[in-house]
C-alpha cells in the first residue's frame, strides 16, 4: 500500500480500525478531538459502533461492557479526560479486560491548557487508579510508530488480557506525516472463553466482576496480576538506544520529545560531542536493562521531558546510582527547541 | 538538505493549507516530511502556523526553531518569526498587508503583494496560492507541478474544478517572484 499524508489523531482512528476494533466510545477534548470525529465517520460504515458518551466516566465502563462481551473496543482522550476515566481504568485491569485507550497528553494540572505535554507519565505508569494493577503503555515519538503499536497493541491486550494505553502528546496528535498500513503479522491470539457472549444453556455463566470480598481469595488474585505483570514486564519491554558504547553524555526522553533531542544530538555531534540517546518506547514496563549498557566512562544522563522530570525515578532505578541523572524539562503546552537542549548538555560537557 | 519552513499569518489566509500542499508534494516526491500546526485556541483573524519540513533524511524535531525559509502573510508573523530564522534564510512577505522591510542583513526578504495579485486575477481567495508560487519559484522545495498533482489528496475530489484557477495564482506568484529576483 502507499504512503498517505496524515494527521496523528485520524491515523489512530485508522490504525484502529485496521486491527479489527469497531467500536469507539468517547468524549471530545481538544488536541484529541480529531479522532472521536473520525471515528463517528468511519466506523458506521463498516457496522461498528461510534458512540459519543455524556461523559468520560460513561465511555469507560460503555469500554468495560463491550469488552466484557469479548468486542475489540477502544476509548481515547486527553489527560483530565483520562483522570476522569481512571476508576473505569480500575476495573477493567482488575477484571482483566483487554482494551486499548489513547491519551493524548496536554498540560495540567487539573483543566491545565490545550498544547502539547507529558504531564500524565506518572498515572499512565504507576497506575492512576486505585488498587496495584498496571497498564502496558506506550510512548511512540511518530505516526507511523504509533499506527504499528494500536495494531499491536490490540493483539497485546488480547493475548495479556490487559488494558494497553497509547501515550501521545498534543503534537503527536495534531501534526502530518507520511504514514503506511502495511500487513501486519498476525498473532495467535487466545479464544475468549471469559467474554458473556450468552451460555445458550451448554455452559455455566461467565461473570465479569473485580469485588472480592474474601481476602484470601483477592490476594490469590493479586498473585496472578504480579505472575501476568512479571510475564509483559519479561517479554515486551522495548526501547531505541543510541550510541550508548561511546558516549560522554546520554539523553533519555520518549515520544515527540526524544526526535526534538535526536535534533540537538546532530547539532552536539557536528561540534565533536560524542552523544547518546535511550528512547523507552515502553513507558512500562520500562526498558531498565537498557541504561546496564552505557560505557563506563559516561558518568551523565540527560533526561529530557514535556513536564518537570517524572520519568528521572525510572532513571535513577535504572542507573543505580551508577551516573548523575540531570532534568531538562519544559511545562505547561511549551515545547524545548533542540538549541537549549544543545545548550544544556554542553553545559554538562564541560563546553561553554 | 533539510527545509525548515514557517509558515506564518491570520487565521483564514489558508496558512495551513499551503502547508499541507507543500507537504504532501514533499512526500510524494520521496522526500522525509512532516507538517506541524500551531494549534492554540486560534480562530479566523488570530494567528496561525505551521512548521514544515521537507528533509533528505529522516525528520527529527518536527518543531521549527530556526527557519531556512519563511512565508509570512501578516506584520504580527515577522516580528515573531524573523528574529529565530537562520542566516541564510529566505523569507516571502506580503506586502500587500506588510509595510515594513526585513530588518537583517543576514536574511533574503522577497516581496510579494499577494493580496493585490490575487484580487488582478480575479479571487481573492488564492492569495496564499499565489504566495506558494512564489515561494516555489525561488526555494525549489517542491515542483509546482507536484502541488498541483497533490491538490484533490489535500482538498477533496470535489474541489478539483478549482485546480485551473490555483495554477494561474501560482504561475503569477512565481513570475512576479522571478521578476524580483532579476531586478534585485
Given amino acids: 500500500m502507499t504512503k498517505v499524508l496524515m494527521k496523528g489523531n485520524e491515523a489512530i482512528g485508522a490504525a484502529a480500525i485496521a486491527a479489527g476494533c469497531k467500536y469507539f466510545f468517547g468524549y471530545p477534548i481538544t488536541p484529541q478531538s480529531e479522532l472521536p470525529e473520525y471515528m463517528s465517520r468511519e466506523l458506521p460504515k463498516i457496522g461498528g459502533v461510534f458512540l459519543q458518551s455524556e461523559s468520560e466516566v460513561a465511555a469507560i465502563n460503555m469500554v468495560y461492557g463491550a469488552s466484557g462481551a469479548g468486542a475489540r473496543v477502544m476509548t481515547s482522550s486527553s489527560s483530565p479526560g483520562i483522570s476522569l476515566k481512571q476508576e473505569g481504568i480500575s476495573y477493567i485491569a482488575a477484571a482483566e479486560l483487554p482494551c486499548l485507550i489513547c491519551n493524548i497528553m496536554r498540560g495540567g494540572p487539573g483543566l491545565g491548557g490545550i498544547q502539547p505535554s507529558q504531564t500524565d507519565y506518572f498515572q499512565a505508569t504507576r497506575g492512576g487508579g486505585n488498587g496495584d494493577y498496571r497498564l502496558l503503555a506506550f510512548a511512540p515519538a511518530n505516526i507511523q510508530e504509533m499506527v504499528d503499536l494500536i495494531i499491536e497493541g490490540f493483539d497485546l491486550a488480547d493475548i495479556y488480557r490487559n488494558p494497553v494505553m497509547i501515550c501521545g502528546d498534543g503534537m503527536l496528535g495534531q501534526m502530518m506525516e507520511p504514514v503506511e498500513f502495511t500487513n501486519h503479522t498476525k498473532r495467535e491470539l487466545p479464544e475468549k472463553t471469559w467474554a458473556t457472549t450468552g451460555t445458550q444453556g451448554k455452559r455455566k455463566p461467565n461473570i465479569i466482576n473485580s469485588l472480592y470480598l474474601e481476602a484470601s481469595i483477592l490476594e490469590d488474585h493479586n498473585k496472578h496480576l504480579i505472575e501476568k505483570y512479571n510475564k509483559i514486564k519479561e517479554n515486551e519491554v522495548r526501547v531505541e538506544t543510541v550510541g550508548l558504547e561511546d558516549a560522554q553524555l546520554v539523553f533519555s526522553a520518549y515520544g515527540t520529545t526524544s526526535r526534538i533531542v535526536k535534533s540537538a544530538m546532530t547539532m552536539l555531534q557536528e561540534e565533536g560531542y560524542k552523544v547518546g540517546l535511550i528512547r523507552p518506547i515502553t513507558i512500562w514496563p520500562y526498558p531498565y536493562d537498557a541504561f546496564k549498557k552505557i560505557n563506563e566512562k559516561c558518568k551523565d544522563i540527560l533526561v529530557v521531558e514535556m513536564n518537570t522530570g517524572q520519568m528521572t525515578d525510572d532513571v535513577k532505578i535504572a542507573v543505580e546510582g551508577r551516573q548523575k541523572v540531570h532534568f531538562h524539562g519544559r511545562q505547561g503546552g511549551m515545547i524545548p527547541s533542540p538549541e537549549e537542549i544543545a545548550q544544556v548538555a554542553r553545559e554538562l560537557l564541560g563546553g561553554k | ?184
Avoid at chain 2, 522525509?32 to 479566523?44: A, F
Avoid at chain 2, 516580528?79 to 542566516?87: G, R, V
Avoid at chain 2, 497533490?150 to 474544478?161: M, R, Y
Fill in chain 2, 1 to 184: 538538505m533539510e527545509h525548515k519552513i514557517v509558515m506564518a499569518g491570520f487565521g483564514g489566509q489558508g496558512i495551513m493549507a499551503i502547508g499541507q500542499l507543500t507537504t504532501y508534494a514533499g512526500m510524494v516526491e520521496g522526500k522525509h516530511v512532516s507538517w506541524l500546526p500551531s494549534y492554540g485556541p486560534e480562530m479566523r483573524g488570530g494567528t496561525a502556523n505551521c512548521a514544515v519540513i521537507i528533509s533528505d533524511t529522516p525528520v527529527s524535531a518536527p518543531t521549527v526553531t530556526a527557519s531556512t525559509a519563511g512565508i509570512i502573510m501578516n506584520a504580527p508573523s515577522l516580528d515573531k518569526f524573523e528574529p529565530e530564522a537562520l542566516p541564510g534564510a529566505k523569507f516571502f512577505i506580503n506586502s500587500s498587508l506588510i509595510d515594513r522591510k526585513i530588518q537583517r542583513d543576514d536574511i533574503e526578504g522577497f516581496y510579494i503583494p499577494v493580496n493585490d495579485i490575487a484580487a488582478e486575477i480575479g479571487n481573492p481567495k488564492v492569495a496564499n496560492i499565489v504566495m506558494l508560487g512564489a515561494f516555489l519559484e525561488i526555494t525549489k522545495v517542491v515542483s509546482p507541478e507536484t502541488v498541483l498533482k497533490v491538490f484533490t489528496k489535500v482538498f477533496g475530489e470535489n474541489k478539483a474544478k478549482f485546480i485551473p484557477m490555483n495554477q494561474k495564482a501560482m504561475e503569477e506568484g512565481s513570475k512576479y517572484a522571478k521578476k524580483q529576483r532579476v531586478n534585485a
